[in-house]
Every structure is written in C-alpha cells, then in structure tokens.
C-alpha cells in the first residue's frame, strides 16, 4: 500500500499561514492526493485533491512537485475553528491504497 | 441533499447482544464504505460496497455483518462482540469511478459504540 508520512503535530496562531507536507515516496502513476479534516467525534471532511502542479479552492491549497513525491497543504490566515487533525490519502478512485488513511497531523491553532 | 446519517448516534451493547448500524444516504452515490475508528487513530477501511456489490472486505472479523439493501442504504450488524470492538464506526459513501475521476467520500457523523 502506499504509505504517506506526515508530521504527528502542529501548532499554530490564529492569522498565520500553515503548511503540512505530507510524504508518499511510492505514489503510483494514476494516485491522485487528497487531503481531509477531521474535528473531534466527527467524521472527515474533505479539503481538496490534486494530481500535479497546484490547485486551490476556497478553504485551501495543494501543492505537489513535479516528482509528486510529497505534497503540501496550505491553509491561510487559520483561526482556531482549523484545530483539527489533518489527512493525506494517496491513491485512485475506490481501491484500497485510496482508502488507507496515514496517521495524521494534529493542527492546533492558539488565540 | 449532500449529507450520510447515521442511526443510532450512541449504542451501548454486551458481548451477547445483537444489533444493527444504519446509515443513509440520497446523493445517488454507488460506492458506501464502513469505517473503524478508535480514540486518537486514524480510519480504518473495514468494507466497501460498489453497486450494491461487496467489493473489499478488510479482513474483518464475521461478528460484523455489512449489508446493503439498495443503493441509498448501507447496514452493519454486530453479534458477539468483544470490548475492544468499542469504537466509533463510521459510514461514507462516494460516486463510483467516473472515468480518471477520484471520489470524495462523504462522511456520516459516525456511530459511538460501547461494547460491555
């Protein structure tokens, strides 16, 4: 399965820009990456997914190098409704490495 | 209508009870999943159905039962199970594969169970 590998925690001040890079060493040709946020007895949201290059929306952005072996997501201006943990899956559609979620970063964002 | 409920929001069982996890879906999506989730660990993919199909099954234990009516519906029954099955369980449901398209998986807000 392809492994992703994020930073276990972050911390962070209300206003300022967060950016959480994610791993995956062995993405496949055709994985696309998405990024989810999950707040405490909730289930996951998703944020965004890319394949290459950049893409932002409007909670968001993902950024991905052309060897698309990581990836980093940029929340700007957070406040403390951010404080969530925060998860890269890398895969395609409805297969198995698409649906193994890392470990997660835990982003909590201070007054 | 862009939400996955899920009945009921706590559930309190022992180890000899039988019981069911519902959820529900109206987004017309084809592909519902069940996850498992413990205190402070990621999801863990437990079943995924595609048409109404069975189409992965992450090698759970048979004390969980996944069912799916019809499209919109998606059950889990539990029979036997053990204190350590205590999680919160967690349904999504996303469209199936739409040429070089991936999924957004829409989450329910999850099941509490509690396994005496």
């Known amino acids: 399965l392809a492994k992703t590998t994020q930073p276990i925690s972050m911390d962070s001040y209300e206003g300022q820009e967060v950016n959480i890079t994610c791993s995956h060493n062995?993405?496949?040709?055709?994985?696309?990456i998405t990024w989810y946020q999950q707040f405490p007895s909730q289930g996951p949201r998703f944020i965004i997914q890319g394949y290459k290059t950049k893409v932002t929306n409007e909670v968001a952005s993902l950024f991905i190098p052309a060897d698309r072996k990581s990836s980093t997501l940029s929340l700007p201006r957070v406040s403390l409704s951010d404080t969530a943990v925060y998860y890269c899956l890398v895969g395609l559609d409805t297969g198995r490495r698409a649906l193994t979620f890392g470990s997660g970063t835990r982003l909590q964002v201070q007054p | 209508d862009t939400e996955v409920t899920q009945t009921p929001k706590h559930l309190v069982m022992g180890m000899t009870n039988k019981k069911s996890l519902k959820c529900e879906q109206h987004m017309g999506h084809r592909a519902m999943y069940w996850y498992k989730q413990k205190a402070k660990k990621p999801p863990e993919l437990m079943f995924v159905?595609?048409?109404?199909?069975?189409?992965i099954n992450e090698s759970v234990p048979s004390r969980f039962s996944p069912e799916c009516p019809n499209s919109s519906l998606l059950n889990l029954h539990l029979h036997a199970l053990q204190p350590e099955d205590s999680a919160l369980y967690l349904c999504?449901?996303?469209?199936?594969?739409?040429?070089?398209?991936?999924?957004?998986?829409?989450f329910g807000p999850g099941t509490r169970l509690t396994v005496l």
């Open positions: 999504a449901s996303s469209q199936d594969r739409d040429r070089g398209w991936y999924n957004e998986q829409f």
């Open positions: 062995n993405i496949a040709t055709n994985d696309y």
């Open positions: 159905y595609s048409y109404e199909k069975l189409s």
